[in-house]
């Protein structure tokens, strides 16, 4: 039995009918109820686990199974698969780890990855070890599907949509169907839509992965990462890469991020509803050039985002005329914290340029729109514009 893969009653309750969102959030992962139990149970701090005879699971040593994360994997698994069976969640703690312990585990020396080249700024780092192996990496865009031009051999294809931070989309449903074509797995990294926004395995996807350090727990105070995927063969691996990389969640972290869950669809709903009152305003804005989000009807990315998601993330880009006049409005924002990172109820926002590793203008700023009234970050942003014009 593998308790990550179990629903609990209430997705079968009320007359058979499937749950809402928001009541899915708020339940997700939630054992049944025992009397003078808590809802959710707190943290379970055991490097092992009481073991006479012989040494069946599912809880034995802390490096394979806590029972906190047993209850996180359930929660994450409603949201990224309601309803399908066989869907494994597995909890790592980092984005990175879970996305390491997908491609480390799938891919031997002589395989072909293919990877996009405006992904979140630690692939680089993760091609080049992937080469060390001997793995050949080929890279291309996100936006017009660019990435099914070099399918051909591959055994694994590594989708962001939308991409961090250009915000570009690409189609999912047709990378995957030409992917297995021919005979390549299918990651999508889920991290900015959220399992709210999309879900990945729904489009054929074969691993979705993400950062849970984002919105899913929404608070900037635990990093946490998750692989589900519904190939038992494959998601073994992914759990033997875990045992191996001893790459394991601390139980306070995933207590917490079980905790979060249960706002996620407020969270979701009210950020991402203000970043597009956001970009609507920016839209009026003569300095600011290259305004990407997906979910403005004439973003670039909008038509294929209509198809595949239901919400289109609480990320803003656009590119303010120079990189003192970036700096100057990151100075002038009160509501907003110049800090990187994204998802978080408290607005953030950075020069992404500062880092080096994206290729974008000086000016560019990614924008995470919090949980703020929006009618006073829409007026802080566009007094800081108005402020750092000097
Ligand atoms: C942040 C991020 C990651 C890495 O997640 P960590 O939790 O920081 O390790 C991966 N992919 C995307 C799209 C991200 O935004």
């Not at 047993?70 to 494994?88: H, K, N, Y």
């Not at 890279?139 to 962001?160: C, F, H, M, S, V």
């Not at 054929?204 to 899913?216: E, H």
């Not at 595949?308 to 880009?317: A, E, K, L, N």
């Amino acid at each position: 039995m593998n308790d990550s893969r179990m629903t609990s009653g209430y997705e079968t309750g009320a007359g058979g009918t499937s749950p809402g969102e928001g009541t899915r959030a708020v339940r997700a992962g939630l054992p049944d109820p025992v009397k003078h139990e808590p809802t959710l149970p707190g943290p379970v701090f055991a490097a092992h686990f009481h073991l006479p005879g012989d040494p069946t699971g599912p809880y034995t040593y802390g490096r394979d199974e806590n029972p906190t994360w047993t209850l996180l994997e359930r929660a994450i698994g409603e949201l990224e698969a309601p309803g399908q069976d066989g869907v494994e969640t597995l909890v790592f703690p980092s984005g990175m780890a879970a996305i390491s312990s997908v491609l480390f585990s799938q891919l031997r020396t002589g395989d072909v990855a293919v990877l996009p080249n405006d992904g979140y700024q630690a692939l680089p780092l993760v091609r080049a070890q992937l080469e060390t192996y001997g793995i050949e990496v080929r890279t291309a865009p996100t936006g017009g599907d660019a990435q099914l031009d070099l399918l051909d051999g591959a055994r694994l294809l590594w989708i962001e949509t939308p991409s961090n931070p250009g915000l570009d989309v690409c189609d999912v449903r047709r990378l995957a169907e030409a992917a297995h074509a021919r005979g390549a797995l299918v990651a999508v990294d889920n991290t900015l839509a959220t399992p709210l926004g999309q879900r990945p395995l729904e489009l054929g996807a074969d691993f979705t992965v993400a950062s849970g350090t984002k919105q899913l727990t929404g608070h900037g105070d635990v990093l946490l990462g998750y692989v589900a995927g519904r190939d038992a063969e494959a998601m073994a691996a992914v759990r033997r890469w875990r045992k191996i990389a001893g790459a394991i969640t601390g139980p306070m972290e995933a207590w917490l991020a079980h905790r979060s869950i249960a706002t996620l669809q407020l969270r979701v709903d009210r950020q991402n509803a203000t970043a597009l009152t956001l970009a609507q305003a920016l839209r009026e804005r003569p300095e600011v050039t290259g305004l990407r989000y997906p979910g403005l009807p004439d973003d670039p990315s909008h038509k294929i985002a209509l198809q595949q998601m239901r919400r289109y993330g609480c990320v803003v880009s656009f590119t303010l005329p120079s990189q003192a006049r970036a700096d100057r409005f990151l100075d002038a924002l009160r509501l907003v914290d110049d800090a990187t990172s994204f998802g978080g109820v408290r607005s953030t926002a950075e020069r992404r340029g500062r880092w080096g590793g994206d290729a974008v203008p000086e000016g560019f700023v990614r924008f995470s729109v919090g949980a703020e009234d929006p009618a006073d970050l829409v007026a802080d942003v566009l007094r800081a514009l108005d402020e750092s014009a000097g």
